[in-house]
């Protein structure tokens, strides 16, 4: 971070040091105040659930914001087909649950960082 002189003329070389510690003082208060928001935001992601399903509903997974699959609901009827075809069904009906998952997720960490010049690599909130 640097200090433009220019931009307080009037400014003796304490008054100026006493300002860039005000400043920087400001900015460790609001990173902390966005650190907290974002344990929050965390702690309420990881209490989310979100269903997905593949096969026209005949598969449906509930997934947790961690990414914990909670519930596996199967229509009976799919225990009579192939079972490769079953396990192309739970694994796209997983896909979905994640897809729904890092959606919130980002939907989320964007109302939070709104404003704020942050590099995308710094929001990773997980599988890309």
């Not at 739970?90 to 890092?102: G, H």
Request: hydrophobic share 40%.
């Amino acid at each position: 971070m640097s200090y433009n002189f220019e931009d307080k003329p009037n400014l003796t070389t304490k008054e100026a040091i006493m300002d860039m510690n005000q400043n920087l003082s400001n900015l460790m208060k609001e990173a902390q105040k966005m650190q907290q928001r974002m344990q929050e935001a965390q702690q309420q992601l990881s209490e989310l659930v979100v269903s997905g399903e593949s096969g026209g509903g005949m598969v449906k997974i509930e997934m947790n914001g961690r990414h914990d699959v909670m519930k596996v609901k199967l229509k009976p009827s799919l225990l009579e087909e192939d079972v490769e075809m079953l396990e192309d069904l739970i694994a796209a009906a997983v896909n979905d649950a994640v897809r729904k998952v890092e959606s919130a997720s980002k939907e989320k960490i964007s109302k939070l960082t709104a404003g704020l010049n942050i590099p995308n690599e710094f929001l990773n909130t997980g599988k890309e």
